[in-house]
């Protein structure tokens, strides 16, 4: 028997698999169409396209829901060749998968229409309904610089994260291989690459090879039991603006950890803590004002809780999603086997207390 949301399952999973045929691309592609937004922050052709592709295909199928997304049209609808260059994209890609791609919708009517698409993830989030939330591509930088990404997509009701997928194009399909110093650049999407992780309230966690086919049939992933804290291997931001490096280094010394961190743009960070690749996800706010978006968590947290993990902020609060589109009763995110949390989070608390 399917079991509860299974079908908003398997369209989260195609609509990855969609918008991850679009990254990868863009990925091949020289020029990114990549673009500086309001924050400074890059934006690339890959991110409107693949965001176009995944609302495309909730409408086709949920058409009630809300949805909170990071893009927005307002810089294509001022620059007529980006946005012709990003319909091209999504006009033509398709899944190999007929009865799949018909599942889908199918192919957006127009330009116009697809900003009006993009244009739908603008819900103001909250406690009430069902919402989901887009990342079309979590960690730009690295995308550009041929490292981790990953295409996220997240269902809420009523606040509660339910269903959770990741699309992580550069990560090894096998889970047990082992980190490598440099998965954060120079990664390819050759044989062997390639990763969906999804996970649903209550069902547990799961890899597949992304694929471009038929969806195949994923296998349980769990966290690794950490018998030692020392031998652990913490799995960190790469960008040294979004998590306080120097904070996490003096944590892994409390800890008597020595293994040098794996650094990694996006909630690939998640997915490899998940299937027990990596241990533990830090991430210590370097602002006061900084709030951390939901689209950049909600996938990645429910697959590390259904893996047999634990994740909280640096209170120990769990993440709360039901407050809009930014975590704004949250500070940092600790995310660990459920088993060795709680001294983590002891460690981070010690050394956030000697700030003040
Ligand atoms: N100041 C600050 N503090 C914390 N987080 C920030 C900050 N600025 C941006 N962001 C968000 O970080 C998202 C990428 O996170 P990563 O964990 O991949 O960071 S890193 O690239 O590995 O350093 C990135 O997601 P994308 O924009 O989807 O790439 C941002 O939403
Ligand atoms: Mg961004
Ligand atoms: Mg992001
Ligand atoms: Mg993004």
């Not at 944590?251 to 794996?262: E, N």
């Not at 893996?307 to 940092?332: H, I």
């Amino acid at each position: 028997m399917a079991g509860i949301y299974a079908k908003e399952l398997e369209v989260a999973q195609l609509a990855v698999q969609r918008a991850s045929q679009l990254t990868k691309r863009v990925f091949h592609e020289k020029a990114k169409g990549t673009v500086s937004k309001d924050d400074k922050s890059p934006v690339t052709i890959g991110d409107f396209g693949a965001q176009a592709l995944i609302i495309a295909a909730l409408q086709a199928n949920f058409p009630g829901d809300e949805i909170v997304a990071e893009e927005e049209s307002a810089q294509l609808r001022a620059d007529a060749p980006l946005r012709d260059q990003i319909w091209e994209l999504v006009r033509t890609t398709q899944l190999d998968n007929v009865a799949a791609e018909g599942l889908l919708g199918g192919v957006v009517p127009d330009a116009d229409a697809m900003l009006d698409i993009i244009d739908k993830g603008n819900s103001a989030g909250g406690a009430r309904g069902r919402i989901w939330a887009i990342d079309p591509i979590d960690g730009t930088k690295g995308f550009l610089r041929g490292g981790q990404y990953a295409v996220c997509l997240a269902l809420m009701v009523d606040g509660d994260v339910k269903v959770g997928v990741l699309g992580c194009p550069n990560l090894p399909v096998d889970d047990a291989a082992p980190l490598t110093a440099g998965i954060g650049a120079n990664q390819t999407d050759d044989d062997g690459r390639g990763v969906i992780f999804s996970a649903v309230l209550g069902q547990g966690a799961t890899s597949r090879p992304l694929g471009t086919g038929a969806l195949l049939d994923g296998k349980k992933i769990a966290m690794k039991p950490v018998d030692e804290l020392s031998s652990a291997t913490f799995c960190e931001s790469v960008e040294s603006g979004h998590s306080n490096q120097s904070e996490s280094a003096q944590i892994g010394q409390k800890l008597g950890i020595t293994k040098p961190s794996v650094r990694m743009d996006s909630q690939a960070k998640y997915g490899s803590i998940a299937r027990g690749a990596g241990d533990i996800y830090l991430r210590l706010p370097t602002s006061k004002t900084y709030q951390e978006k939901i689209w950049d968590h909600a996938a990645g947290e429910l697959i590390v809780r259904e893996a047999g993990g634990q994740v909280t902020d640096t209170t120990g609060s769990r993440l709360d999603f039901s407050v809009g589109r930014t975590l704004a009763s949250n500070r940092g995110v600790v995310a660990a086997p459920a088993a060795i949390h709680g001294q983590v989070l002891t460690a981070v608390q010690e050394v956030l207390g000697q700030k003040e």
